[in-house]
């Protein structure tokens, strides 16, 4: 966790940007919930914790800052609600994220896949291609589980 604060202080140093406290200790929150998807109001619940004299105005403008300069990537789940998500070190691109739409949860895969679509898409659309955002929305293996169990047990119970 220290060396990726380090490495994230650098990016900041590199584009002229000190790692102030408040920063620090919003980046902590986003490195604690690295899988969390969390909204700008979730990140400043969570800062607020750790430095109560924060204010949700610095904790969204430390989250605009972290955008631009890469560190987090600012994701939409089709609920209206902006997320931020911390960009893997060393991924070239952004990575997958599959919905549930049973219970909301949000998957990630990291392996890119993408590689024969995006030769397709730079070749037919002469289009260089920077990065790419994909969402699948469906039903997971935990809410595919649960139904099984409910069926079985519903089969039990008719026998
Ligand atoms: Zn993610
Ligand atoms: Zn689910």
């Given at each position: 966790?220290?060396?990726?604060?380090?490495?994230?202080?650098?990016?900041?140093?590199?584009?002229s940007y000190k790692?102030?406290?408040?920063?620090?200790?919003?980046?902590?929150?986003?490195?604690?919930?690295?899988?969390?998807?969390?909204?700008?109001?979730?990140?400043?619940?969570?800062?607020?914790?750790?430095a109560p004299e924060?204010?949700?105005?610095?904790?969204?403008?430390?989250?605009?800052?972290?955008?631009?300069?890469?560190?987090?990537?600012?994701?939409?789940?089709?609920?209206?609600?902006?997320?931020?998500?911390?960009?893997?070190?060393?991924?070239?691109h952004f990575h997958?994220?599959?919905?549930?739409?049973?219970?909301?949860?949000?998957?990630?895969?990291?392996?890119?896949?993408?590689?024969?679509?995006?030769?397709?898409?730079?070749?037919?659309?002469?289009?260089?291609?920077?990065?790419?955002?994909?969402?699948?929305?469906?039903?997971?293996?935990?809410?595919?589980?649960?139904?099984?169990?409910?069926?079985?047990?519903?089969?039990?119970?008719?026998?």
């Amino acid at each position: 966790m220290e060396s990726r604060i380090d490495r994230i202080k650098k990016q900041l140093h590199s584009a002229s940007y000190k790692l102030t406290p408040q920063r620090e200790a919003t980046v902590r929150v986003l490195l604690e919930h690295e899988e969390d998807h969390l909204s700008a109001e979730d990140v400043y619940l969570l800062v607020k914790e750790k430095a109560p004299e924060i204010g949700l105005a610095t904790v969204y403008r430390t989250l605009e800052l972290l955008t631009e300069l890469k560190v987090v990537d600012k994701i939409n789940f089709g609920d209206g609600v902006s997320r931020y998500d911390l960009r893997k070190e060393g991924a070239a691109h952004f990575h997958h994220h599959l919905v549930c739409i049973e219970c909301g949860s949000v998957d990630e895969i990291q392996e890119d896949l993408l590689g024969d679509v995006e030769k397709i898409v730079e070749r037919d659309w002469n289009f260089k291609i920077k990065d790419h955002r994909l969402t699948f929305h469906g039903i997971c293996w935990r809410c595919h589980k649960k139904a099984d169990e409910e069926d079985t047990s519903k089969n039990e119970e008719e026998k």
